[in-house]
């Protein structure tokens, strides 16, 4: 079965700075990852996809995230973050082909003034 | 664009009742998601659907069962609400094919049962 690990639960980081956060899979197959963002009492929105192909991803509102089978990691970066993107992210995984999906449990980042 | 609609933003049960969640999709997606999620947890999927009558297990079916009579809506069913079931429930559906390729999800529903 697959899982994540998302292994910051919290991260602060000051306006303007990079930001990473990271995400850790375990599969021993063939996955599709995904990075979801939810706003305070909203639903969860697509950040960015990896299907195949290269393995640097690029998504809305300039988050990138790279796909390291090696490692397997899926780690999402943003290199200048606005007080908007504070919110929660959650980082998602499937086995190719399968019809489920399964997250991790969340980071929560803060972008401080 | 897609959309997903939650009937209920807030819902307030007792113990006890049987409860309805019910979740519309109007992009003729084959697959559907119930998932709960409770903070420090993240999302956790209750059960998920792949076609009409079609259901399966998630992580945490306990407590819970589904319904999907028509490929549009998927319904959460919680048979005996009990306190530890107070949570936010979120639908997703996906498109059809080989594996999950996206998920669309709906506002969420806030379930508190006192």
């Known amino acids: 079965a697959q899982s994540v690990t998302q292994l910051d639960s919290q991260v602060p980081v000051f306006e303007e700075a990079p930001v990473e956060l990271r995400c850790n899979y375990s599969?021993?197959?063939?996955?599709?990852l995904f990075w979801y963002v939810q706003y305070p009492n909203q639903g969860l929105q697509l950040l960015l996809k990896y299907l195949s192909g290269s393995t640097l991803v690029k998504g809305i509102n300039g988050f990138e995230a790279e796909f390291n089978k090696s490692q397997t990691s899926f780690h999402l970066r943003k290199p200048s973050v606005h007080i908007s993107d504070t919110a929660e992210y959650f980082c998602a995984v499937t086995r190719t082909g399968a019809n489920n999906l399964f997250f991790g449990t969340g980071t929560r980042l803060t972008v401080i003034p | 664009d897609v959309k997903v609609t939650q009937s209920s933003r807030y819902l307030v049960k007792r113990t006890g009742e049987k409860v309805f969640l019910e979740c519309v999709q109007d992009?003729?997606?084959?697959?559907m998601f119930w998932y709960r999620q409770d903070p420090g947890l993240g999302l956790r999927l209750i059960y998920f659907s792949y076609d009409v009558k079609m259901k399966e297990k998630g992580d945490i079916p306990e407590g819970y069962s589904v319904s999907r009579e028509k490929k549009e809506r998927f319904s959460l069913i919680l048979e005996s609400a009990s306190t530890n079931q107070t949570s936010m429930y979120l639908c997703?559906?996906?498109?059809?094919?080989?594996?999950?390729?996206?998920?669309?999800f709906g506002q969420g529903t806030r379930l508190t049962v006192v």
């Open positions: 997703a559906s996906s498109p059809g094919g080989p594996g999950v390729t996206e998920a669309f």
């Open positions: 992009m003729d997606h084959e697959n």
């Open positions: 599969s021993s197959v063939s996955v599709y």
